[in-house]
C-alpha cells in the first residue's frame, strides 16, 4: 500500500473530509486531493511528521514503508488534536470515543472489547458510529459500568436524551432501509414509492434511524438506510452487515463529489459502493471508483450515462453485530 493510499485510508477510517483534514495537518484543500492521488510528489517528511504526531495507532515508519500493506484495526485522533472542534458534536460514536479517552487506563478498545464480548476491531467501528442500536448500546453501557465500578449513564457516554415510550433519541429521525434484497428493484420510482408510503410509527422493521443534521429539510425524501454487502469489499471501513446513511443524489450534483464512499446503481443493474478514485464528470464524463484498500479489487469507470441512481454516503447509522 503506497504512502498516498495510507494517507486517504486515515481520512476515511476517522470520518474527516478533505477540507478537515487539510485545516488539520496544515495544507491547502488541493494540496490534499494531490497527496492521496500521489502527484506529482511524495508528501514531505513534515507533512507525515503531522499526520502521524495527530493520529493513534499511526506512526512515521508505517507511512512510509510501502511494503507494509496492514492496516491499524482503527485510528483515531489523539486528545487535544486541534480538530476536535471542526467535528460534529451530535455524533453518538465520537461521544463514545472521547468517553474512553477520558478514563484511560481503566477503559481501552481491548478492555471494552473482552468486556462485551465482540472484537477489538468492533469496538474501533464503534467510534464511527452515528447512532447505536439500542441492544448495542445497552451492552456497552452495561460493560463501561462493569469496568468503572459505578452505574454508567447514556447521557454522559452517548450525551442525547431519548424520547420516553419510544426509545428513539430525540436528535435522530426515521429514514426507511434498503437492504442488500432490494437491489434488484431500485428504481427511481421505487425510492419515491416508498418514500411516499413510509410510516415509521408502524412499520418499525422497515425504519432506521438518522442525525437530524444529517438529513435536511432538502434531502429529507432522499435519505435512506444501506444495507452493506459482503461483496462491496469495503473492509475494514464499513463490514457486511452496517447500515449506512445515504443520500439520493440529483444527476445534476454527480460532478459535485470529489472524495469520500458513493452508492452506485448503473443502468445494467449493478450495485456498487466504492470510494471515489477521480470524479472527471464534469471535465470528460467520466466517474472512477475503487474498493476501499487496492487488494480488494480494482477500480472501475462509470460514465454519467451509465449511473441510474447515485448515493452520497454520509456515514455508518450501526454495525449489525451487538
Known sequence: ???NEKIAAIRDLTGLNQNRFSKLIGVAPSTMTRLERGSPNKPSHDTLQKIADHFTEVTLDWLTDEDDDTLPKTITLRPG???????????????????????????????????IGVSRNQVGAYYNTIRFRQSVQSA????????????????????????????????????????????????????ANLQANFMPAVQTDKVMYAPKQAVTEDNFKRAFAIEIAAGDRMEPLYFPGYWVL????????????????????????????????????????????????????GSVQLRKSDISLMFSIAGIIFGLTA
Open 1 to 3: 500500500m503506497t504512502t
Open 81 to 115: 488534536s486541534s480538530i476536535e472542534s471542526l467535528s460534529s458534536p451530535d455524533h453518538e460514536g465520537q461521544r463514545f470515543r472521547r468517553f474512553v479517552e477520558r478514563h484511560k487506563p481503566k477503559l481501552n478498545q481491548n478492555i471494552i472489547a473482552e468486556s
Open 140 to 191: 456497552l453501557l452495561e460493560g463501561l459500568s462493569k469496568l468503572l465500578g459505578r452505574p454508567v449513564t447514556p447521557e454522559e457516554v452517548f450525551g442525547a436524551g431519548r424520547n420516553a415510550g419510544t426509545n428513539v433519541p430525540t436528535n435522530l429521525i426515521a429514514v426507511p432501509k434498503l437492504s442488500v434484497s432490494d437491489r434488484p428493484r431500485l428504481t427511481t420510482q421505487f425510492l
Open 246 to 297: 445515504g443520500i439520493q443524489l440529483e444527476p445534476a450534483d454527480y460532478s459535485k463529489l470529489y472524495d469520500g464512499t458513493v452508492a452506485v446503481v448503473t443502468n445494467d443493474g449493478q450495485f456498487l459502493v466504492k470510494k471515489i478514485v477521480a470524479n472527471n464528470i464534469r471535465t470528460t464524463g467520466v466517474l472512477e471508483l475503487g474498493s476501499y484498500t487496492a487488494g480488494n479489487g
